[in-house]
């Protein structure tokens, strides 16, 4: 687990059966102003796969201070020729009190805020690189003691409905995941389990 300031992240990751690449690709920092979250994969899986979901990775890193739709414009821009790549971001804007988000293709993220209500978005569909339809963006007021749960294709829906997801401990999140599905994985899996604890001072 890494504690920031303001947001505490957890990763679980496992590569798929008989796979010694994860085709899976993650980031994230959290800076005065801003948290920045990223998971990307990679068409097909293993280490094929690994190079355009690192691609995203690698263009998000130069370019974290713009916008979602910038950032995610960007990538389908310099994927375009590889193998392809879906992902989803979250910006968290510690000033502003609010939060974007951007799903595209089987990434998921759901966000379950402390009075107990929870949200899932819907992905825009397509991938980078080739099946690029443009993307959704979605913006909020951001409220302490959310939970916000990025995944990708590799974990399953009936997982999703365990309450353990609520829990204020990312660490747990994850290790809970772990402990109960941790069994070998038919695809490349990942989950990010992303908490903010609070108001900017």
Same mark, same amino acid.
């Given at each position: 687990?890494?504690?920031?300031?303001?947001?505490?992240?957890?990763?679980?990751?496992?590569?798929?059966?008989?796979?010694?690449?994860?085709?899976?690709?993650?980031?994230?920092?959290?800076?005065?102003?801003?948290?920045?979250? +990223?998971?990307?994969?990679? &068409?097909?899986? =293993?280490?094929?796969?690994?190079?355009? /979901?690192?691609? #995203?990775? !690698?263009?998000?890193?130069?370019?974290?201070?713009?916008?979602?739709?910038?950032?995610?414009?960007?990538?389908?821009?310099?994927?375009?020729?590889?193998?392809?790549?879906?992902?989803?971001?979250?910006?968290?804007?510690?000033?502003?009190?609010?939060?974007?988000?951007?799903?595209?293709?089987?990434?998921?993220?759901?966000?379950?805020?402390?009075?107990?209500?929870?949200?899932?978005?819907?992905?825009?569909?397509?991938?980078?690189?080739?099946?690029?339809?443009?993307?959704? +963006?979605?913006?909020?007021? &951001?409220?302490? =003691?959310?939970?916000?749960?990025?995944? /990708?294709?590799? #974990?399953? !829906?009936?997982?999703?409905?365990?309450?353990?997801?609520?829990?204020?401990?990312?660490?747990?999140?994850?290790?809970?995941?772990?402990?109960?599905?941790?069994?070998?994985?038919?695809?490349?899996?990942?989950?990010?389990?992303?908490?903010?604890?609070?108001?900017?001072?």
């Amino acid at each position: 687990m890494i504690s920031g300031r303001y947001v505490d992240v957890s990763v679980y990751q496992k590569a798929k059966k008989g796979n010694h690449f994860c085709g899976d690709s993650y980031f994230f920092i959290e800076e005065d102003q801003i948290f920045l979250g +990223v998971l990307a994969d990679g &068409l097909g899986s =293993g280490e094929i796969a690994k190079e355009s /979901s690192q691609a #995203v990775i !690698d263009i998000v890193k130069q370019h974290k201070n713009k916008t979602v739709k910038e950032v995610v414009d960007l990538c389908n821009k310099e994927l375009i020729g590889m193998r392809g790549a879906v992902m989803g971001i979250l910006k968290i804007d510690l000033t502003d009190q609010t939060f974007s988000f951007s799903t595209i293709g089987n990434i998921g993220i759901i966000i379950f805020e402390k009075a107990g209500k929870k949200k899932r978005n819907i992905p825009s569909s397509g991938y980078l690189g080739s099946r690029y339809r443009g993307v959704k +963006v979605m913006t909020e007021k &951001l409220t302490e =003691g959310t939970n916000f749960i990025v995944f /990708s294709d590799g #974990v399953q !829906d009936k997982e999703l409905s365990a309450c353990y997801f609520k829990d204020c401990d990312v660490e747990r999140i994850t290790n809970a995941y772990a402990q109960y599905n941790d069994n070998s994985r038919q695809d490349d899996t990942t989950l990010m389990a992303i908490r903010y604890k609070g108001e900017k001072d």
